[in-house]
């Protein structure tokens, strides 16, 4: 079994910045991916950014030039740098990773709040 924990959430004015931690912990032999997915109110989770097993990145255009993705692969570590921040990116954010294989594990959420 594997536990994500996720913390750095917040409210923030709009051109701020957060930085966003994901640590796993259990029995992981391989990580295949990591991800950021985010949810605002009354609208489906979405991809936000992605990190394969290749440190290749990708991420929706409209967090391009913003956001970061990045990975501590000794602490099982995913990390999300968000500069710039706009209010339409207020949301609650999830992390994603895929270990062993094929098993999909989400962190419980953070909000995340930024204000005009």
């Known amino acids: 079994q594997v536990q994500l924990a996720e913390s750095g959430g917040g409210l923030v004015q709009a051109g701020g910045s957060l930085r966003l931690s994901c640590a796993a912990s259990?029995?992981?032999?391989?990580?295949?991916?990591m991800g950021w997915y985010r949810q605002a109110p009354g609208k489906s989770r979405d991809l936000v950014a992605v990190i394969a097993g290749d440190a290749t990145t990708n991420y929706v255009d409209s967090v391009k030039g913003r956001f970061t993705i990045s990975r501590d692969n000794a602490k099982n570590t995913m990390y999300l740098q968000m500069n710039r921040l706009k209010p339409e990116d207020t949301a609650v954010y999830y992390c994603?990773?895929?270990?062993?294989?094929?098993?999909?594990?989400w962190g419980q959420g953070t909000q995340v709040t930024v204000s005009s």
């Open positions: 259990g029995t992981i032999f391989t990580i295949n991916s």
């Open positions: 994603n990773f895929v270990v062993n294989g094929s098993r999909m594990y």
